[in-house]
């Protein structure tokens, strides 16, 4: 079954610590019923969480994006992270391990990066910034004979 | 602000002994585990406990912000002569922790809540 993406689109408010709570149960859900493993969806949730936490505290809120995918070959989901806050300055830097502008840890950016297969940030200073993680499911060759 | 929404089980914190038991479940809210920080801080100041074991077994991620409290009490748990234990976590969460840059080096770690009640008993690490 192909899906254009857009057409099933989950677009959830980040504007609470309750939302970023609900924003991780959603991405759980989408991503068990996509058929990602437990490390795998455990990574996703966890990058879900530290984007949409710099949504909210550092963009002043905005909203996630959850859209199922499917190549042909394997399924994946994409998760966009989009506010229209202040942007970030020096993109290089801010994603650099440790460095952080708000008393954070300063890994939400470069762990969240690591833990996903694609990952892009659209930012302007004054504008707002949108973060883009993509993962596939991974796929596991002897699970298909029929294959060759 | 920071008071449980409805439904959300407040987080259980026990006295055996010597030691504060703290189970971790589900989902936490950043208000929740800061109001848990500021809780386990005073109860280990007021009870003179001499250790804590924090029960990460129910919880499904950990993630910047968690990891950070979790290293704050363990570190302010030590300043009022009680150590602190994490015990149980998940192998999804250990392998995701690491990708993440997170690798928690001042926190002792024990595979259960009885390995790491064992720990605290013999008085090392
Ligand atoms: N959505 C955003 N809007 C504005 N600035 C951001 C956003 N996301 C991240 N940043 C900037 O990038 C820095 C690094 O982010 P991150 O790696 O998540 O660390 P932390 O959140 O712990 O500071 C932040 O301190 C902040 O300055
Ligand atoms: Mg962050």
């Known amino acids: 079954m192909q899906q254009s993406g857009q057409a099933s689109a989950t677009s959830l408010p980040i504007g609470s610590d309750a939302d970023l709570a609900w924003v991780r149960q959603q991405v759980r859900q989408c991503a068990a019923q996509l058929g990602f493993g437990l490390v795998q969806q455990t990574k996703l949730v966890t990058a879900a969480s530290e984007l949409a936490r710099n949504t909210l505290v550092h963009g002043g809120g905005g909203r996630a994006e959850i859209t199922p995918l499917d190549n042909g070959r394997t399924r994946g989901l994409r998760m966009c992270f989009i506010d229209s806050g202040p942007g970030i300055r020096d993109l290089e830097l801010a994603m650099t391990d440790g460095y952080t502008t708000g008393g954070g840890l300063g890994l939400g950016l470069s762990g969240a990066k690591r833990l996903v297969h694609e990952f892009s940030v659209d930012t302007e200073p004054g504008r707002g910034t949108t973060v883009t993680a993509v993962a596939w499911v991974a796929q596991v060759p002897a699970s298909r004979p029929g294959v060759r | ?125």
Do not use: K, W, Y
Not at chain 2, 41 to 62: L, N, Q, Y
Not at chain 2, 94 to 117: N, Q
């Open chain 2, 1 to 125: 602000m920071n008071q449980p929404t409805p439904g959300q089980p407040a987080v259980p914190v026990l006295a055996l002994g010597d030691v504060l038991l703290v189970s971790l479940q589900g989902e936490l809210h950043d208000g929740m585990a800061e109001q848990l920080q500021h809780d386990i801080t005073s109860r280990v100041a007021t009870s003179g406990v001499t250790g804590v074991v924090i029960d990460i077994s129910g919880v499904e991620i950990v993630d910047s912000f968690l990891g950070r409290v979790l290293a704050e009490i363990a570190s302010t748990a030590r300043l009022l002569a009680a150590r602190t234990v994490l015990a149980g976590m998940r192998p999804a969460v250990a392998i995701t922790l690491v990708e993440l840059g997170l690798t928690l080096p001042g926190l002792v770690t024990a595979l259960d809540v009885d390995r790491a009640m064992e720990l605290l008993s013999r008085g090392g690490s």
